[in-house]
């Protein structure tokens, strides 16, 4: 049995994620190969030209043949439909410990039946409104939260692998159901995504083409909505419940405000705002992990 | 009549935006003595030890009666209450320039009767979730707009004096009507303050306590959450209709999304997203006007 770092891992799909964590492992030292496999080969070769990994291959089966590890990089559906192929070639050569990226749990888990015991379904939370290997940083999980969700199949040995190759990067990692995940993410993740599409949408209607007026504050509400629109369709089709109702609750506080703005009660709402600049203010710390920004623009 | 960089400007009220124009001014070789007035003597106190300001005086009458352009930085509600009688001095002295910096501009001007030719109604598109005369940048305006709604009343050559002081800060100035420059803040900067309020209560209720898995969608999402609670009270209330307006338009965009995810009709959310992301993308220069932010996370 190698040492942890001198395993072989193999990234399927070579993107944004993938990408920045072939280079922190890379950065960390990594004695291992690092290979490639996926649908196109100019990421491949463009991972490859980056030093993000040593090679590549378009055969599966010789890849998953070959790791130690295998890393799913895919978008969510994408995921959904290549892990059971990647778990039955598991199965059939080494029993290789395979985890994934995706930002959804439930489907993911649900994917893999009858369970396979060395798969440790995980989530960095960490990511970009730019996709793509060439987007790629080393730094990336640098003080962000890795989310695992191991279920009661998971090998204890496997989980320890794969948080010990997350903390590798710099990342914190947390343990917890994939239903609590998804329903936690489509709170802080998943439902601020769909709040930037719908401001957005409405400004890119709009008349005075209020966009060209913005600042900071519409910066920051926007970024966003830049994001893969692939990966975050299917992040809204497989997480769909958790969504909808947090979509839900975040009408309520919506409307809610509605009501004291249009009843003109300002002693409520400056309560509510001093109430919202403390939750924020409490969460600094864990939404700024690393540096002071210069967030002096809104 | 002195050259413009010689006048006597009197800041009425020393806080985070007027702080910032004051060290800009400086910065820009400002030659003129610069005043401070308001009604916390500690902040003027340090406006002073921070070399924002030459001095200060609590009485207004003698700030007005020496300045030769007077700034008034007060929260909108408190620039309504106080204009009427900064120009009552002003009429009677030796009839400054009026600006001031309030982020709603038409209840301004209506505040400002009968007219006045001197005053030419501003607001800086530049701000923070910080407030307070120590969170003074003097690069805060630089390469953001600064928009400027006089009158048909107003004298020419005082909205060219606020245009070039404006100007010195590296700022670029838009002039136009106050209704419109209501409606389009609205869409642009109130509606998504008002958006991050409702997305941390909802957070801050959720018994999951999702804000702790929070990554970089969220900082951004939720970072004017924080801002002064009663600088936005006191905009809710000015600006009520256009807000209210531009709250419902986006909660139509909320509904429509959230049924497109109901349906789970992928390739009409596919569309949207990509639609947003090019609306995004063709305001990044006006959005990020300076730096290449490392923008990496979300």
Not at 124 to 146: M, N
Not at 181 to 193: G, K
Not at 209 to 222: E, V
Request: hydrophobic fraction near 45%.
């Amino acid at each position: 049995m190698p040492h942890l770092n001198e395993k072989t891992v193999a990234f399927l799909g070579l993107g944004l994620i993938s990408g920045s964590l072939a280079g922190a492992l890379r950065a960390s030292g990594w004695r291992g190969e690092l290979l490639g496999w996926g649908p196109r080969q100019p990421s491949l070769e463009r991972g490859k030209a980056l030093g993000l990994i040593d090679r590549y291959s378009l055969d599966l089966e010789s890849v998953v043949a070959e790791a130690d590890m295998i890393v799913v990089g895919a978008p969510p559906q994408a995921t959904v439909e290549l892990l059971p192929e990647v778990i039955a070639l598991a199965r059939s050569s080494g029993e290789p410990i395979v985890t994934d990226l995706a930002s959804i749990k439930s489907v993911i888990v649900d994917a893999v039946q009858p369970a396979y015991n060395k798969f440790v379904p995980g989530h960095p939370i960490a990511g970009s409104e730019h996709s793509g290997v060439d987007a790629s940083v080393s730094t990336l999980f640098a003080g962000r939260e890795v989310i695992l969700t191991p279920t009661a199949e998971s090998d204890t040995d496997a989980v320890q692998s794969v948080q010990a190759v997350w903390e590798l990067t710099g990342a914190r990692v947390t343990l917890m159901p994939a239903d609590d995940h998804d329903a936690a993410l489509a709170a802080s993740s998943h439902v601020p995504h769909m709040m930037a599409y719908a401001l957005t949408a409405m400004l890119g209607d709009h008349a005075l083409a209020p966009m060209k007026h913005g600042g900071g504050a519409l910066r920051d509400m926007t970024r966003i909505a830049a994001s893969d629109p692939v990966m975050w369709r299917d992040i809204a089709l497989t997480n769909r419940e958790a969504i909808l109702e947090a979509m839900d609750a975040v009408a309520v506080e919506h409307e809610r405000l509605r009501r004291l703005i249009a009843e003109a009660d300002g002693d409520a709402m400056q309560q509510l705002f001093d109430r919202c600049r403390v939750i924020r203010r409490a969460h600094d710390d864990v939404l700024n992990p690393l540096l002071k920004r210069s967030e002096s623009e809104s």
